[in-house]
């Protein structure tokens, strides 16, 4: 070990077929230093991360032989500033492999999961090194330290004792050994859930079957069977943008029930991309891992470093939210099965009937045409509320970059401006579906992370931010839903608070995990304020602005629907805490027999289905929200009570709030405990019944 690591960097690229050509080993000459993405091949990836894992193993066994006594500049700090190659090459590969996917990039995703799993552990489990950073932590009440700087010495203690530095080495070993057969299984669910995804298409050669979709929706679904050879069919798949639609206004009763089967059944086919076993396989290691680590249970493990602490917070605040919550879904499903009658359709009512039996219920309740609301919500337009509403909060503004690499042919690149002109950050957008190679869903994340040089200047954040809305079709530009309008608020926040976010280290950027939402959610309150749908809600055809009336219609209508809506997100929450809860897994386990037990458990109405079933629940079972789906939900709670403080004062932009949003909140990232930065906003702790109201939950 000791022979490797004092191999020069450039000596072990050598040995890897090192390449002048490779632009990891490279100053990158572009625009504000983003990515060279016209540059970068597959081949590039390999080496690079081979060299960064070398690159920082040598400068961790640095800090380790340093003669002087542990300190927080040479051991703290060091450890913090280490592995900049990986952290150059690692974005850019997590970021194509999800809007660029190829078998390619999936077979090295498989090899980087074990080599980076046993990267970390040497790091976290080295004892020489934990020894210093021990030798630091306990004199911190001694040096003097700033809240950043104690923070992160907190946060990489905490770090080491989490990742078992202080188990006996079989311990560790077996720890090791959980940790990369967990990384490798994680890979694969994501990987099978997107095969999953793009293996289905629902082919519709009778034209006569697909009453009751728009014009724009037939289009979309004639324009994906041409892509695809079939001149005459319409194809319709699993990827939001097409299956949520249909399931809303689809007529045909049996289309509707297969292609909802084909997505609830994804990863439960028993075919190459099952993924029952490998969810018991993750389980079994994760609930292994905690108690190798002196917990009960996973859950138990996973929450204690989190806002909510423990499982029985969190299991106390979602079923406050349960009982409203059913209550409401079955007044809702009074409404749709009288519709049902009306329409003279069989009863019992089943899944495949809610979102289209909802939707006309809600239409005939608010007089509310759906497809005429998104023809006041052109993709371009809804951008351009986004940023009014930064502007009026904050001051920053917005401007259109060219000539500038590109991570997709389709996104598009922008620069962020604070109000004294100073760079906040570089942000991609990239808003269309790609089945098969783009994941699905919508999400942020970064290139670069926000954060200081050792001279003390700021290093501007490189941001991705990725949709799943509706394409352009029939001669119409791209025309959002309300709830993917929502989406658009919602993943711009998270850009805002990597934009805002002023912290000087890696290691103090982020909040507590069920924080971490905050700055998403807090952002879709403002998307149908009347004020603000006035600046962006304009007919795509005339440029008229939208009616007071449509206005009121959809205030009036907001609500309704929330009794499914949240069910179906707590039944997701309830299933991935009662899984992470097991004392012990059982030999014959079977995740979806659990997942009836648990619907059985809490009396979940047969009509509404997990928003996320266990077979494809990525946010669970490979992105990083294991035990912590709850946190959407946990967040809405500071959001809905943070947004009624503006509302308290009359003005949605109140300047003096928008102010210590920011600095108070966004700006500090992890420095401060989450619930002290709500405090120093809010003035007291949240109120969850704002969450009730929020969604008509509650009068």
Known sequence: MKTLLTFSIAAFIGLQGFSQ???????????????????????????????????????????????????????????????????????????????????????????????????????????????????????????????????????????????????????????????????????????????????????????????????????????????????????????????????????????????????????????????????????????????????????????????????????????????????????????????????????????????????????QKFNLNPEEVREYFQLEKVMEGIYYVCTRLWGITFEPLKDIPLPHPEATAWKCLDKDGTILGIFYWDMHPRPGTKNGGAWCGTYRATNYDENGNRIIPIITLACNFTRPSGGRPALLTTDEVKTFFHEFGHALGHLLRDTRYFGTARPERDFGEFDAQIMEHWAFQPEVLRVYAKHFKTGRVIPNTLIKKIEESRKYGQGFRTSEFLASALVDMEVHMLPEIPKDFDIVDFEYAIREKYTMLPQIPLRHRPTYFTHTFSGGYNAGYYMYLWAAQLDSDAFEAFVETGDIFNQELARKLRFEVFARGGIDNAMTLYKNFRGREPDVNALLRSRGLIQ
């Open 21 to 363: 050509d490779n632009p990891f080993f490279k100053e990158w000459n572009t625009p504000f230093g983003v990515p060279p993405f016209d540059e970068i091949k597959v081949e590039h990836f390999m080496p690079a991360y081979q060299a960064g894992i070398a690159e920082e193993a040598t400068e961790i066994w640095a800090i380790i032989r340093n003669p002087e006594p542990p300190n927080f500049q040479n051991t703290i700090l060091a450890m913090d500033r280490s592995g900049a190659l990986l952290r150059k090459v690692t974005p850019v590969f997590g970021g194509l492999s999800s809007v660029n996917n190829n078998p390619e990039l999936r077979s090295l995703a498989r090899q980087f999961s074990p080599m980076m799993s046993k990267h970390r552990d040497d790091i976290n489990l080295n004892p020489l090194l934990f020894q210093r950073v021990k030798a630091v932590y306990t004199q911190k009440d001694q040096l003097n330290l700033n809240p950043e700087q104690l923070k992160l010495l907190e946060n990489t203690y905490r770090r080491f004792i989490r990742s078992g530095a202080d188990l006996p080495a079989d311990k560790q070993e077996r720890l090791r050994q959980l940790n990369s057969e967990l990384s490798a299984l994680q890979v694969q669910f994501a990987q099978n859930v997107l095969a999953e995804t793009a293996n289905f298409t629902l082919k519709v050669t009778d034209r006569n079957r697909l009453k009751g979709l728009s014009a724009a929706q037939l289009a979309d679904a004639q324009s994906r069977a041409q892509k695809a050879g079939e001149m005459s069919a319409f194809f319709f798949g699993l990827d939001n943008p097409s299956i949520m639609p249909f399931l809303e206004s689809a007529d045909d009763r049996e289309l509707r029930t297969e292609l909802l089967n084909a997505f609830l059944n994804r990863g439960n086919n028993n075919n190459e991309f099952d993924n029952k076993e490998i969810v018991k396989k993750i389980v079994t290691n994760r609930l292994e891992r905690a108690k190798l680590m002196g917990y009960e249970n996973y859950a138990e493990m996973a929450i204690e470093d989190r806002m909510s602490k423990n499982p029985e917070t969190v299991m106390t605040f979602l079923n406050k939210m349960w009982t409203p919550t059913l209550t409401a879904a079955k007044r809702e499903l009074v409404d749709i099965e009288n519709m049902m009658r009306r329409q003279r359709v069989a009863l019992p009512s089943t899944a495949a009937d809610w979102r289209y039996f909802s939707n006309k219920a809600k239409q």
